[in-house]
Structure formats: structure tokens, C-alpha cells
């Protein structure tokens, strides 16, 4: 059973509800505490065993790239005052960019990922979620592990926030915001998906996914926020600064 190294983040939209300030910063770089969401996602997936990292920008996602390289005039300016060099914070990551562009949906931005992935499973992670507490990604990989099953990271909702999100049927199917929820479980942004996903994914990647049979559903035991809506990002931002 092959080992777990690729990961693919989606970062291309537009995130219309943040503007204006994603007029001229990217959503992945709004900041949590001193760190931006990007960082977040990054290090989950380094703690969980990836090597090699896809990040499917859009247009104005320099700030995101600068972030993620290494700065020689701040390290030359920390050694000289005897501090710690620590701007290439994700050194033991592979990590590589492609521009999608336009935002046309998930599913086109993940076509974009093709030669990326080539014959191997994968790791898909959207921005807007992050967790705490916990590692949804070491899970899917761990459950992977056991059976070699693709699989999604679901997480409960309030129930009456379900019909806001994919929701899990008791049939295991899923379902995009559904008008009466069947659960309030949901998916939430981590997904383990098999070699050739790309080549065989149409324009609706909850049918893609419904499509995977069989598959894990792994609950996850992380805190899970939502941070593609204001509130949520608000309520990541108390989370973070009530651990400081």
C-alpha cells in the first residue's frame, strides 16, 4: 500500500465576503493570532507525513508565496542580534504552486492538479477549514492505512447550520447544502482521494466523491473552524488568541 506524501490545497477563489480587504490580500493570508491561515494547513499536513505540496492559486497570491519562502534579509537581520533565523518555516515541505486561471468551481481548480498527483493518492485540503487540537489529515491517512480506502473527514454542525454544508446521509450519501438535512454531519474540507481522481472528475465534485465506493468517513476528533465566513474566522481568532 503506497505511502501518503502528496497534498493539494485549493486557494484560487475570489472570497468575495471577506472584501474588501481580499481586494489586495489573499483569504489564506488573513492572520490568526501572528500566523496566517495558510500556516495552519501547512503544518497539518507536515505533522501528518506530506512531503510534497500543490497550492492551486489565483491571480494576487504573491503575498502568500512570499510568506511561504525564505526571507534573507530578516534572517541576516535576526542573526546579527543573536536571535533565531526562522523564516523558511516550512523547509522539510516540497512545496510548488500552479495558477488556475479563473475560478470556475472545486472541481475545475482540482483538474488543475493532474500531472501533480500522476499514479499516486492524494490529500485534498480546503482553506477555509482549520482544526485544533487534533490532525484530521494523520487520520485519513491512518485510516488509509488500514483498509486502502479513499476516504472524507466529517465533522457534526449545529443542525441549524446544516443545510449550509455537504451533509452526510444515513445512506452515507452526500448531499450539497440540502434544503432538509437528513444528519447534521458534514464534510468538512480534508479529503484522501484515490491515483487518477483528477483524470475521471466531471463538474460536480460532491458526485465525484459520492462516486467513491467504498470509502472512509473519518469523524474527526479535531476543533474544526470554519474560516471562508466572518463569523467563523472571528471565532478562529478568539480560539487562537485564548491559547496565547
Do not use: W
Not at 500566523?35 to 507536515?46: F, N
Not at 488543475?112 to 487520520?139: M, Q
Not at 450519501?173 to 434544503?179: A, F, L, Q, S
Not at 474544526?224 to 472571528?234: A, E, I, M, V
Amino acid at each position: 500500500m503506497p505511502t501518503i506524501t502528496k497534498a493539494v490545497i485549493t486557494a484560487g477563489g475570489y472570497a468575495t465576503r471577506f472584501l474588501p480587504i481580499t481586494k489586495a490580500v489573499p483569504k489564506e493570508m488573513l492572520p490568526l493570532g501572528d500566523r496566517p491561515v495558510i500556516h495552519y494547513i501547512l503544518q497539518e499536513l507536515a505533522t501528518a507525513g506530506i512531503t510534497d505540496v500543490l497550492i492551486l492559486i489565483g491571480r494576487g497570491r504573491e503575498s502568500l508565496l512570499n510568506y511561504l519562502d525564505k526571507n534573507y534579509e530578516v534572517d541576516d537581520y535576526l542573526h546579527k542580534r543573536g536571535q533565531s533565523t526562522a523564516t523558511n518555516f516550512f523547509g522539510e515541505l516540497n512545496i510548488y504552486y500552479r495558477r488556475v486561471p479563473l475560478p470556475q468551481g472545486v472541481a475545475d481548480c482540482v483538474r488543475h492538479a493532474r500531472s501533480f498527483v500522476g499514479d499516486d493518492p492524494f490529500v485534498l485540503a480546503y482553506c477555509d477549514d482549520v482544526f485544533f487540537g487534533g490532525n484530521p489529515t494523520r487520520e485519513l491517512v491512518t485510516a488509509y492505512a488500514q483498509n486502502g480506502q479513499p476516504g472524507v473527514v466529517a465533522a457534526t454542525v449545529p443542525a441549524a447550520d446544516a443545510h449550509q454544508y455537504g451533509i452526510i446521509g444515513p445512506d452515507g450519501v452526500i448531499v450539497e447544502k440540502p434544503t432538509q438535512p437528513q444528519s447534521n454531519l458534514a464534510v468538512v474540507g480534508r479529503y484522501l482521494l484515490p491515483p487518477h481522481f483528477c483524470d475521471t472528475l466531471g463538474d460536480d465534485m460532491i458526485a465525484a466523491l459520492n462516486a467513491l465506493q467504498p470509502k472512509n468517513t473519518v469523524v474527526t476528533t479535531a476543533r474544526r473552524f470554519d474560516t471562508g465566513n466572518k463569523n467563523g474566522f472571528f471565532q478562529a481568532f478568539k480560539y487562537i488568541m485564548s491559547q496565547n
